[in-house]
Every structure is written in structure tokens, then in C-alpha cells.
């Protein structure tokens, strides 16, 4: 019987290591597969690299020639061209007053674009041959992350405590967009240097003129002056109770001791936790007094102006705007196109003529 079941064994060993070696075949020529598709992709990638350079080798003179024709036309255009100055303003809009800043520069800068000075000048009171000059003008919000929460905060601490739990301060930066920041700039582009300097009391009275804004304005310092009326009447009354606080505590002071009075409970020392209350919610009214001046200072203006624009612009010098840049990459690409073209054309030929003959 032991004879029997030893071949049986050896045959089960024997299925079992080809099973496995087939296994580990399977597996090699798997990776082996991969890593030749992998090569031949960049086998054809570098063939690519390779067939464009030698492109470039053989119309290199012509590619020479078109660069040094296009950076003469593009010096010889930079220098007729009119310089173009830029001028920014910072702003600081109120009472969401930032949707109307935003769609007057959209405006201006339509009439701008399509070259209407007339009505940008009458638009920006200024003068028609100042309008003209002017070649752009746009706006966008000028924040960072630390303002973003600081806003978040602040917005926080504006809510009740139960919907204070359901905001989430991931959510808001996610969904923080260009009207909710607090600053924002305000971009003229111009021949003329000078001529955003005069655009900008037009530009902010524009939407200070705005009745809605107004009476927001009006309505908010109201409620500023009568929370500080309030404030400053509290700060009255608790100064009565001070003073009546120290009379009470000299009149006990003034009787005469009988035996020893110990106080253990909490409530010992009663007028002098009083008094220590009413200093520390002194603090509090002092400090939400000087939070109110802020605030007031603050939105004393529908729309504060942070930085003004400067007397004469800064001449844009960005090399990848001038002509002596953007000629010679136009003539080099449009070289480029039609020589693939030629060079496409001539291989359909040949592939044609070696079809016919076999």
C-alpha cells in the first residue's frame, strides 16, 4: 500500500511545480510585454525628437532668416507704437457696493474696446482726445489667505452659535469668490500717463452717488451713533454704581467690630466681586466703544480709497507684449506650418508613387 500512495504523492508535486511554473512564465511574460510597450513608446517619442531636429537642421538658414526679418519689423513697429502706461488704484468698496464697481469698469472699458471716446469721456468727464488714449481698463480682487480668514471670522462671528456648527471654513474658501473679497484694484491702461489720475474721482462718485448705497451709508451711521450713545450712557450708570458701591463699603468699614466675622462661602467679600465686575465690564464697553470708531471710521465712505492712482503711470515694458517679440514667433510659426505642409505634401507623393509601383 506505502508503494501505491508514494507515486501518487510524486505525480501531485510533479502537477503542482508546473502549475507554478507556469504561473511564474505567465507573469514574466506579462512584464516582459509592459516593459517593451513602455520602451516602444519612448523608442517613439525620441524618433520624434529626433525627425524634428533634424527638420530644424535642414531649413535652419530659412528659420535664421525669418527671425532676424521679424525682430527688425518688430523693433521698427515698438518704435512707432505709442508706449502704453499703467496706473492701478486700490479700493475698498462698502455696503456691497463691489457688484457696482465691477459692472461701471465693465462698461468703461466696452466703451474703451470699442474705440468710443465720446461716450467714455462724457462717461468719465474728462476730455475726448484723454478718452481716446485710454486702452484698457479692468478690475479683480486683491486677497490672500490670511484675509480670506479673517473674512471667514468675521462672517463666523456674525452668525447665532447653531448655525456657526454648520458652517464649514474648507466650504467658504472653496466658494470665496471676487466679490467677497475686501480690497480690490482697479487697472487703467493708457497712452496718455496722466489721464488715471483724472478718471478717479469719476470713477468712485460713480457709485457713491448711488441712492441705495446712501441710504445704507446714512442708515449704518445711525445705528453706529445710537450704539454709542448707548454704550456711553452704560459706562454713566456703572460709574453711579461704583460710587455707590464705595459708600457702601466705607459705611461698613466705619462699624464697629463685634468679634470675629469669618466668611468661608462663596459668597464673601460680596460688594467687592461687584466692584470687580463692574470694572471688568467697563473694559468690555471701552473696548466695544473703540471697535464702534473704527467701524465708523471705517465706513465713513460708501467706497474707501486705500492707494490713489499715482500722478503718472509706469510704462508697460513686458517683453512678451512687444512687437519685437510677438513678429519674430508669428513669422517662426507660420514658417514652421507652411514647411509641414511642404514636407507632408512631398511624403504623400512618394508614398503615392511606391503604391502604384507595387
Known sequence: MSDQVQPNQNQNNNSEEIDLGQLFKLIGDGFRKFFNFIGRIFKGIFGLIIAFMLFI?????????????????????????????????????????????????????????????????????????????????????????????????????SLDSTTRKAIDMEKYLDNFNTFDSRFHTVIVKATNSKVAKKIQGPIIKSISNNDYFKVQKNIRQLNLSLQDSILKKQLVEIDSLQTLYKRVMEKE??????????????????????????????????????????????????????????????????????????????????LLFVLALLELNKFLKEYSLQQKRS
Do not use: C, W
Request: glycine residues 6%; aromatic residues 8%.
Open 57 to 157: 537642421q535642414k531649413h535652419l538658414v530659412k528659420f535664421v532668416i525669418a527671425g532676424v526679418v521679424g525682430i527688425i519689423i518688430g523693433v521698427f513697429l515698438d518704435m512707432r507704437k505709442e508706449p502704453v502706461y499703467v496706473s492701478t488704484m486700490t479700493l475698498e468698496p462698502n455696503f456691497q457696493s463691489v457688484q457696482q464697481l465691477y459692472n461701471n469698469v465693465k462698461f468703461y472699458n466696452e466703451l474703451a474696446e470699442a474705440e468710443d471716446s465720446v461716450a467714455l469721456a462724457e462717461a468719465l468727464q474728462i476730455e475726448t482726445s484723454e478718452a481716446a488714449s485710454i486702452k484698457e481698463i479692468e478690475a479683480e480682487s486683491y486677497s490672500d489667505e490670511n484675509q480670506k480668514i479673517k473674512l471667514f471670522d468675521e462672517f463666523v462671528r
Open 253 to 334: 468699614a466705619d462699624k464697629p467690630m463685634q468679634g470675629t466675622n469669618i466668611s468661608l462661602g462663596e459668597g464673601g467679600d460680596t460688594e467687592q466681586n461687584k466692584e470687580l465686575a463692574l470694572i471688568r465690564q467697563i473694559d468690555k464697553i471701552k473696548g466695544d466703544i473703540v471697535s464702534l470708531n473704527e467701524e465708523r471710521a471705517n465706513k465713513s465712505e460708501i467706497v474707501n480709497v486705500i492707494s490713489d492712482f499715482p500722478r503718472r503711470g509706469v510704462e508697460a515694458k513686458s517683453i512678451f507684449k512687444r512687437y519685437m517679440f510677438l513678429v519674430p514667433v508669428a513669422l517662426l510659426g507660420l
